[in-house]
């Protein structure tokens, strides 16, 4: 993955500076050139990628095939380019360049390439977000702008080959679909970013947003127990800053202080969870003389934890209220 950004960064980069750099190297359109080579180790480099994460340990013969489409395309691109007659001046559109057959294999040999690799990836994006969306919607949200930006790829291609097959096979001119395609061409990368970007930043947002609802649920169990033994909460190791933008280690503290306390807070035989709340906010009996707080709250609720935590203060959270029986 890695490999494959920095060579998109490199086409993108040697693109944008391609008039001072073909100038300097005294080669017309020898940077567009370098830039479809750059392109060429982008896509397979996102290929195995997609590989690796789909089928961990696929057969070599995949990877071989991945290596091999990009390898037999860069190959061609550069044959192409020394045949086409592009050598004499810059052109900003290869549909202006001479009518030509090394011209139209020259233009649509990458766009095709191209295109095989944004439809496999909206086939990944499809397959992957079915599979995520019930699971982790964060991680299917990402998977969705991945898929966008793929068709929406996948249409600007189909335009750019349209756009060059028109002006070298039938000679005409169509503005119309550059201007489209063209306008087209920063939805789909920003898309793309965009998708890259989120793929690990909603699930850890996700993730710390839980964690925050998770701590506030638990706040008035979590008073309660500090009340009763102040003795378990844990000493502050982090700065306020730090807790802020990580409010999973907030939460892990109230689990642990809350199970602490109620392993401590020994409370008679409770039978619903009302008359257990009504027990943790009284003060604890003897040892001897009941079962501690967290087996009867495990022998009233098996869900998995901290289900029953949060079943247990809000139980407590409705007692309190002004207006409850």
């Known amino acids: 993955m890695a490999v494959s950004v920095a060579a998109v960064a490199a086409a993108t980069t040697t693109h944008v500076n391609r008039l ?26 996102g290929q195995l990628y997609q590989l690796d994460t789909r089928q961990p340990g696929a057969p070599t013969s995949k990877r071989r095939r991945i290596l091999l489409a990009g390898t037999a395309t860069a ?3 550069v044959v192409a380019w020394f045949a086409a007659p592009i050598h004499t001046v810059e052109l900003a559109d290869l549909a202006d360049a001479p009518r030509h057959p090394a011209s139209l294999v020259y233009a649509v040999s990458i766009y095709l390439y191209l ?17 995520a969306r019930a699971t982790d919607p964060p991680a299917a949200a990402a998977v969705a702008l991945l898929g966008a930006s793929a068709w929406c790829g996948t249409a600007v291609l189909l ?28 939805i789909a990368l920003s898309l793309y970013a965009a998708g890259l970007l989120m793929l690990p930043l909603l699930p850890a947002l996700a993730h710390r947003i839980a964690a925050r609802r998770l701590a506030v649920q638990l706040d008035p169990l979590w008073r309660l127990a500090l009340r009763h033994h102040p003795h ?59 079962i501690s707080a967290k087996e009867a709250l495990t022998a009233l609720d098996s869900a998995p934890w901290p289900q029953p935590l949060i079943t247990l203060s809000t139980t407590l959270k409705s007692a309190r209220r002004p207006d409850a029986n």
Do not use: K
């Not at 295109?115 to 599979?131: E, G, K, N, P, V």
């Open 20 to 45: 001072d750099i073909d100038a300097a190297l005294g080669q017309p359109n020898a940077t567009n050139l370098g830039s479809r080579l750059a392109l060429c180790l982008a896509v397979a480099g």
């Open 75 to 77: 190959a061609v691109s």
């Open 115 to 131: 295109l095989w690799f944004q439809i496999d990836m909206a086939h990944y994006a499809h397959r992957s977000y079915r599979s």
């Open 159 to 186: 335009l750019w080959i349209a756009h060059s097959g028109a002006a070298q096979v039938l000679g005409v001119s169509t503005p119309l679909l550059d201007q489209v395609s063209t306008a087209m061409f920063p």
């Open 232 to 290: 378990v909460q844990l000493p502050l190791r982090q700065d306020l800053l730090t807790r802020t933008l990580d409010p999973r280690l907030v939460a892990q503290r109230r689990l642990i202080e809350i199970s602490d306390a109620l392993e401590e807070h020994h409370v008679a035989t409770a039978r619903t969870m009302p008359e257990l709340a009504h027990a943790i906010a009284t003060p604890p009996v003897a040892p001897n003389d009941g």
